[in-house]
Nanobody, 131 residues
């Protein structure tokens, strides 16, 4: 069983930055796919960014603004969010797969951003961006 605990959410103005992090409990950390998802009120959960050893993937709406990274020694997953917009307002969830989960298209494979590929979820941390 993997436990995930997010921290770092808060309220910021549009254009500002915010970092969120996720502490994982499992020793398998570092060899699996991990990701960040978000859900805004009245909307479906969507994938934001995911990471496997040596590869990252971002949703189109956050490319160039968000950076996902991981510290394997500390078992921490990070999401650095820059140039935040009001539409980034949501509950942000950390998620971990029990192994490598990838999506392959045209001969290239990327970390999965499908929620159904992830086995463990944190409780979420709220991010609010005001205009």
């Amino acid at each position: 069983q993997v436990q995930l605990v997010e921290s770092g959410g808060g309220s910021v103005q549009a254009g500002e930055s915010l970092n969120v992090s996720c502490q994982a409990s499992a020793d398998t950390y570092g060899r699996n796919t991990m990701g960040w998802f978000r859900q805004a009120p009245g909307k479906e959960r969507e994938g934001v960014a995911s990471i496997t050893p040596g590869n990252t993937r971002y949703a189109d709406g956050v490319k160039g603004r968000f950076i996902i990274s991981r510290d394997n020694a500390k078992r921490i997953l990070y999401l650095q969010m820059n140039s935040l917009k009001p539409e980034d307002t949501a509950m942000y969830y950390c998620a971990a797969a029990s192994g490598l989960r990838t999506e392959c298209r045209g001969g290239s494979c990327f970390p999965s951003l499908k929620g159904t590929d992830f086995d463990y979820w944190g409780q979420g941390t709220q991010v609010t961006v005001s205009s």
